[in-house]
Nanobody
């Protein structure tokens, strides 16, 4: 009933920028986003938090990206964004969009993940 569609990954040189997008496609009723975030993972490494934003607009960032990345949202389009500046080779990873939903009339919370988009930082 909910699908997260990611876009914006690619190859960029060190010091460059990319903007990732995550569109939430909702076919069910009564869903609302509590938190949307971005995580990243490379082979042999643990998945780590990049950034997240709440429905009220509060944000958190992983220590390694503070000051370089900015998370935002367009509530009218149910879409989240991750602006990535001053990219470093260590930022190379598969980036996954994550969203946690509440649903009116249900006590449960629902977690969804995007398919992932590759970001490669290399000269």
């Amino acid at each position: 009933q909910v699908q997260l569609v990611e876009s914006g990954g690619g190859l960029v040189q060190p010091g460059g920028s990319l903007r990732l997008s995550c569109a939430c496609v909702i076919s069910g009723s009564g869903f609302s986003i509590n938190v949307m975030g971005w995580y990243r993972q490379d082979p042999g490494k643990e998945r780590e938090l990049v950034a997240r934003i709440t429905s009220s607009g509060s944000t958190d960032y992983g220590d390694s990206v503070k000051g370089r990345f900015t998370i935002s949202r367009d509530s009218a389009k149910n879409t989240g964004f991750l602006q990535m500046n001053s990219l470093k080779p260590d930022d190379t990873a598969v980036y996954y969009c994550n969203a946690i939903f509440g649903r009116r009339g249900f006590i449960n919370l629902y977690e969804y993940w995007g398919q992932g988009t590759q970001v490669t930082v290399s000269s």
